[in-house]
């Protein structure tokens, strides 16, 4: 792992490894193992910041199941914008479907109340959410993430598909705002 990283006018310092990343990851898959056995739950990852989670989590994941992605934007720079906008991608009916939502991080949690609600408004047998990160000191909404990767303190971080204006997201390992 490098020492630090430079991303435009920011630095950032070595926070979690890809070698952490794995370990807990495999532990994220075993739980959701246990709990969707004899189903077959449609895995929907929400890009861009998911993709490398998404792909990771799926390898560990040994039920029949189906993917897809969306796209939620709300974010830009380092703070959130507290506005989400629409949901882009979802061509599946998930009437009667098991749902897990893959996400990067949940900041302030309107990304996952809005996905959530979004998504429990059209049916589905179930829906979950899986989070990599999440940084409960941000939350302003009351939402429980089902499978959270990290709990991690408020400070921005890039890496593992995580992005600061658009770059960062194929460093292996996650990396945190220096402060
Ligand atoms: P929320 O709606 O929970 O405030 O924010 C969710 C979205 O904000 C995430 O999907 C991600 O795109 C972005 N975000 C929140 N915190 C961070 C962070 O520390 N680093 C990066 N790169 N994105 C973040």
Excluded: W
Excluded at 23 to 45: M, T, W, Y
Aim: proline share 5%; aromatic share 8%; net charge negative.
């Amino acid at each position: 792992m490098e020492k630090e990283v430079h991303i435009h006018d920011k630095t950032f310092v070595p926070f979690i490894t890809a070698p952490q990343l794995q370990v807990r990851i495999a532990e994220l898959g075993a739980l959701i193992n246990e709990d969707l056995k004899d189903k077959r739950p449609l895995i929907v990852g929400v890009l861009n910041g998911s993709a490398i989670f998404m792909a990771d989590l799926l390898r560990v994941i040994q039920l029949p199941c189906e993917i897809a992605f969306i796209r939620v934007s709300s974010y830009s720079g380092t703070e959130s914008t507290g506005t989400v906008k629409n949901v882009i991608g979802l061509t599946e009916d998930i009437s009667g479907r098991d749902v897990i939502l893959v996400e990067d991080i949940i900041d302030t949690g309107d990304t996952a109340k809005y996905l959530l609600d979004d998504f429990k408004s059209k049916n589905p047998a179930s829906v979950r959410f899986a989070t990599l990160l999440f940084k409960p000191a941000s939350l302003r909404q009351e939402i429980k993430p089902d499978y959270v990767g990290f709990e991690i303190p408020p400070a921005f971080v890039v890496g593992y598909g995580l992005d600061y204006d658009g770059l960062g997201r194929n460093l292996a390992d996650i990396y945190q705002l220096k402060s």
